[in-house]
Structure formats: structure tokens, C-alpha cells
């Protein structure tokens, strides 16, 4: 079964940027469409960003214009690159397939300060 292991976040000021990463081992271009995920404290986890073989992406409202998913299947890496980031953008991301989910990485803490 895949597993995810994702990677790339920290602490960082308003307007800033962070590349997360997305590990996936037992491959990657099995699974058609791949999502980030975010779980801001005391909220429940939702999908923020999703990318699809095609290389089809879709946003939620908030990152819109911020975030940008990509896929390297060679790799088997999902990315997220988030610029302008704001307090709000604070959680934990995962990643996950968007349609089958599997068993949950552990995911990697983004802190925004302001």
C-alpha cells in the first residue's frame, strides 16, 4: 500500500513563502488525483488544493492565487508551493488521494506569525 510522508513546513512571517513536499512510497501514478489537505487547529481537516494526472488543479477559495499543487510521477511527489501566506494558512497539511483516501501521513506543521 502507498504510503505518504510529507515534509517542507515551519515557522514563518506573513508573506512569506514554503514548498511543502509529498513522499509517496509504492508509487504515485496509480493514484489519478492527489490532494493537500490542511488541519487548522480545532477545525476539521479540508482540502485545499488537488491535482489530477492530466495535471488538472483546483483550489479552495482561500489559497486561490496563493498556492499552486504539482506532481512529479518520476519522483512520486506531490508539491505545494504557498506563497503570500497568511496567519490563517496556520495547521497541519497532509496529503492524500482526493477519491480513495489512504492511511494519513503524519503530516508537517506550517505556522504563520503575523
Known amino acids: 500500500q502507498v504510503q505518504l510522508v510529507e515534509s517542507g513546513g515551519g515557522l514563518v512571517q506573513a508573506g512569506g513563502s514554503l514548498r511543502l513536499s509529498c513522499a509517496a512510497s509504492g508509487g504515485l501514478s496509480s493514484i489519478n488525483a492527489m490532494g493537500w489537505y490542511r488541519q487548522a487547529p480545532g477545525k476539521q481537516r479540508e482540502l485545499v488544493a488537488q491535482i489530477i494526472s492530466a495535471g488538472i488543479t483546483n483550489y479552495a477559495d482561500s489559497v486561490k492565487g496563493r498556492f499552486t499543487i504539482s506532481r512529479d510521477n518520476a519522483k512520486n511527489t506531490v508539491y505545494l508551493q504557498m506563497n503570500s501566506l497568511k496567519p490563517e494558512d496556520t495547521g497541519v497539511y497532509y496529503c492524500?488521494?482526493?477519491?480513495?483516501?489512504?492511511?494519513w501521513g503524519q503530516g508537517t506543521q506550517v505556522t504563520v506569525s503575523s
Open positions: 492524500n488521494s482526493v477519491v480513495a483516501v489512504l492511511r
